[in-house]
C-alpha cells in the first residue's frame, strides 16, 4: 500500500529564512508521480509540481526547488527567502499506476508553515 | 475555464438531515474525484469517476455515501441521515490522465451539529 509521511507538523521561520519541508514515500510500483500542493488559509489545493519516478532531475521554479532521491525514498521542498505569503499548509502526495490504485492521489498528513515578519 | 467549482461553500445541517453537494470540473477534464479533508489533516480519496463511469470507491465512503456524474460533466455526492464524524471539508478535483496535475476545488465544508 501506498503512504506518505510529512513528519514535521509545523514549522515557524522568520521571513528571509530558507526552509526545506520533508516528504518520504512508500510504494510497491516502480511508475509513480509525487506531488506537492499548497493550502492556504482559504482551503483551496494549489498545484505546485508533479515528478515522476524515472526522473530524478532535481527542479527549481523561483524560490521553490525540490530534490527528489529514489534511493531514500524522499522528495523534498525547499523555499528559498521565504515571505509572509509562503504561509500554508504543504501536502506531499502520491499516485500509483492506474491499475494499482486508480489514480488516486494519497496525501501525507501536511506540514503547517509560517512565516514571521 | 473558470477552474474546478463546488457548490455551496459552507454547509450546516442537523444530525439525520441529507445533504448534496455539487461539482463543477474543467469542462475538458474526464475524470473526477472526490476526497475528505478532517481538520489538521491530508485528503483522503472517496471516490473517481472516468466520464459518468464510477470507477473505483474508497471503503471510507459508507453506504450513506453516493455519488454521480450522470452526463460525464458534474457530479454530486449525497450524504444520507448525516452524523458529527462526517462534518470536514469536501473537495472536488479533475484531471485529464491519470497522471496530470489535479486540479482542486475550493471545497464545501461540511458541519453537522
Known amino acids: 500500500a501506498q503512504k506518505v509521511t510529512q513528519a514535521q507538523t509545523e514549522i515557524s521561520v522568520v521571513e528571509k529564512e530558507d526552509v526545506t519541508l520533508d516528504c518520504v514515500y512508500e510504494t510497491r510500483d516502480t511508475t509513480y508521480y509525487l506531488f506537492w500542493y499548497k493550502q492556504p488559509p482559504s482551503g483551496e489545493l494549489v498545484f505546485l509540481i508533479r515528478r515522476n519516478s524515472f526522473d530524478e532531475q532535481n527542479e527549481i521554479s523561483g524560490r521553490y526547488s525540490w530534490n527528489f532521491q529514489k534511493s531514500t525514498s524522499s522528495f523534498n521542498f525547499t523555499i528559498t527567502a521565504s515571505q509572509v505569503v509562503d504561509s500554508a499548509v504543504y501536502f506531499c502526495a502520491l499516485s500509483e499506476a492506474e491499475e494499482t490504485s486508480g489514480s488516486r492521489l494519497t496525501f501525507g498528513e501536511g506540514t503547517q508553515l509560517t512565516v514571521n515578519p | 475555464d473558470t477552474g474546478v467549482s463546488q457548490d455551496p461553500r459552507h454547509k450546516i445541517t442537523k444530525r439525520g438531515q441529507n445533504v448534496t453537494f455539487r461539482c463543477d470540473p474543467i469542462?475538458?477534464?474526464?475524470?473526477l474525484y472526490w476526497y475528505r479533508q478532517t481538520l489538521g489533516q491530508g485528503p483522503e480519496f472517496l471516490t473517481y469517476f472516468q466520464n459518468e463511469a464510477q470507477l473505483e470507491k474508497s471503503r471510507l465512503l459508507s453506504n450513506r455515501f453516493s455519488a454521480e456524474r450522470p452526463k460525464g460533466s458534474f457530479s454530486t455526492l449525497e450524504i444520507q441521515r448525516t452524523e458529527q464524524g462526517d462534518s470536514a471539508m469536501y473537495l472536488c478535483?479533475?484531471?485529464?490522465?491519470?497522471?496530470?496535475?489535479?486540479?482542486f476545488g475550493s471545497g464545501t465544508r461540511l458541519t453537522v451539529v
Open positions: 469542462s475538458e477534464h474526464n475524470r
Open positions: 478535483a479533475s484531471s485529464w490522465t491519470s497522471f496530470a496535475g489535479y486540479t
